[in-house]
């Protein structure tokens, strides 16, 4: 079974521009959780969606948000990005949304901001 | 905020047992201890988890006190492969989400 997959891996972008970044589940799993990871602050939640709705949302501006298609695969999207944004990226995919299931990441996207 | 405490690092020797150990001395009756390792660069990956009683599967042991509070991970026989940071997360079993809060997490160095 193919693992999540996050496309791009690398990416390179100015200050104020915007991004979107990509995620597949692993087939059959309807749950998708985004974090976001840098050296400062650690691994963090950005949002999770299940059933293209959007479940729970972490401590983030507006800037950051994302949507979930009819097949699972979900979006994040940043806009008017800034330095601090630089960072690892990472999408998780789960079968339930609820109750006990581990939650398997992809390798991330790996976001410079200049 | 994290709801766990782990040491910021330690050392096993190749192909000894290592030991992490984790408190979550607030942890309520329903929530369950996850662990999950970040090798360098590279995203999370689930590990082990439990809730009361002691849990075993193909990469490694979890050990929780009668009392909940704290929890031990084992890895058996350590190999330079294990060298990661390992992350011990307390999640509400029964919880309408897959929100995961990662602390710190405990950095792991096997030596040869």
């Known amino acids: 079974k193919a693992g999540v997959t996050q496309t791009p891996r690398y990416l390179i972008k100015t200050r104020g521009q915007q991004v979107t970044l990509s995620c597949s589940p692993i087939?059959?799993?309807?749950?998708v959780s985004w974090y976001q990871q840098t050296p400062g602050q650690g691994l963090q939640f950005l949002f999770e969606y299940f059933s293209e709705t959007q479940r729970n949302k972490g401590n983030f501006p507006g800037r950051f948000s994302g949507r979930q298609f009819s097949n699972s695969r979900s979006e994040m999207n940043v806009s008017t990005l800034e330095l601090g944004d630089s960072a690892l990226y990472l999408c998780?995919?789960?079968?339930?949304?609820?109750?006990?299931?581990?939650?398997?990441f992809g390798p991330g996207t790996r976001l410079t901001v200049t | 905020d994290a709801k766990t405490t782990q040491p910021t690092s330690m050392d096993c020797a190749e192909g000894r047992a290592a030991n992490l150990p984790c408190n979550h001395s607030t942890i309520s009756g329903n929530e369950y201890v996850y662990w999950y390792r970040q090798i360098h660069s590279q995203g999370p990956q689930y590990i082990i988890h439990g809730l009361k009683n002691n849990e075993t599967n193909e990469m490694a042991s979890l050990i929780i006190t009668e009392d909940r509070k704290s929890s031990t991970l084992i890895l058996p026989h350590a190999t330079l492969r294990d060298t990661a940071v390992y992350y011990c997360i307390v999640r509400e079993g029964s919880g309408n989400t897959g929100k995961l809060i990662f602390g710190q997490g405990t950095t792991l160095q096997v030596k040869p």
């Open positions: 998780a995919s789960s079968f339930w949304a609820t109750g006990v299931s581990e939650q398997y």
């Open positions: 087939s059959g799993h309807r749950s």
